[in-house]
């Protein structure tokens, strides 16, 4: 999925000598209130890719120039092309991708044993990444009313990448905070999507035993060119004021939190989400989060505008490193629709029933997601009134 280089952002790019990467310093993506694209994005009719995109946004040309000169420069484990990708046949929607490399050679996840594990600065973590790996330092202008002052995040490529424009978000690197989410990386993650002017532009996070596969703070930021289940379905409200709602349809149950303006709105989504992630991490429940462009709660519309961000939780049985034989393994992405596969024969041969088997195998036992839900109803019901 190539696009050209925009001509505007040479600053985001390396040096072409390797020896000045070090010396090269870290650019500033500096954004503010009115780089937020709130209105007019939505899927086209037909396929779609960045090159058929309405505009990039300054965001999109800034990511996508800076990931694809470091792609053609080899910092990632793998060349990414076009993943052959299909729909599965069904009632869900399942997007299936072919993506062997990343299945063979993405670094082995850390030996994580708890949801609250402390950073060990001994493993693996993002201060010891290579300069050039970091395309940018988002930086947030304090612009708006009822904002808070926005920490600044590295943009890191990820190398062993699922799609295109495969990111991570991470906070501060050296304050080294453990995978555990916090309201500024996640206000990052939201409004890295608000950023972006293409429909397929998503940010997700794993918790320590929701196969995380780094005990330091990240979250995940990716293209994909196709519309997930989440997106569009339907949900109940679970607060009478409807800041909690729950989506009861495949490919998993899960907690939806809705904002469709920026300001206090999207910080009090923030602040809701986080007392979430805090009270399952703080009772050991292993979690994924997904955000995207979306309809608003309640909405069963196939309509292709994306009118505000749904941001998706789901608590899970926690799960340990990688299970070597299964087709996919299941966090953030699968739990939304999206199924990146490891084999050919599993691609060739991949089910919705068969999907949906291994999605369930992962979810919490009816009783205890009961008890979940009704904590975290209590939770929201201690907001002020």
Known sequence: MAIPYASNETSYLLPPNK???????????????EELVMEGVQWPRGALSLLNTPPLSHFDSALCSAWRQRMELGLFRYPLGALPTQTLPGTVGFVAQLNVERGVQRRRPQ??????????????????????????????????????????????????????????????????LPQRLLPGALRAGVEAVLLSSHPGFRVGFNSLGGLASVNH?????????????????????????????????????????????????????????????????????????FVTRGAPPGKTSSSSALSGVRVILWPRKPSFGIKEGEAFNVALCELAGHLPVKTAQDFSSLTEAAALTLIRECLLPPAQAEDVQAALVALIAQEEQ
């Not at 020896?19 to 209130?33: A, C, L, S, T």
């Not at 519309?227 to 989506?247: I, K, T």
């Open 111 to 176: 030996n994580i044993k708890s949801v609250r594990q402390e950073f060990d600065p001994e493993q693996f973590n993002f201060n010891q990444i290579r300069p050039g790996e970091v395309l940018f330092r988002l930086h947030r202008k304090w612009d708006c009313p009822g904002t808070v002052q926005q920490e600044d995040i590295m943009v890191v490529i990820n190398v062993s990448p699922l799609e295109w424009g495969h990111v991570l978000l991470v906070p501060e690197p050296a304050r080294e």
């Open 19 to 33: 020896e000045d990467w070090e010396g090269h310093g870290i650019p500033d993506f500096v954004y503010g209130q």
């Open 217 to 289: 703070l990240h979250l995940h930021g990716y293209y994909l060119a196709h519309r997930l289940p989440v997106e569009g379905a339907p949900s109940e409200p679970l607060d009478p004021r409807g800041r909690l709602h729950v989506l009861q349809a495949l490919p998993a149950p899960g907690f939806l939190f809705y904002t469709s303006r920026p300001g206090p709105d999207l910080e009090a989504l923030i602040s809701r989400v986080c007392r979430a992630t805090d009270y399952l991490t703080d009772c050991e429940i292993a979690h994924n989060l």
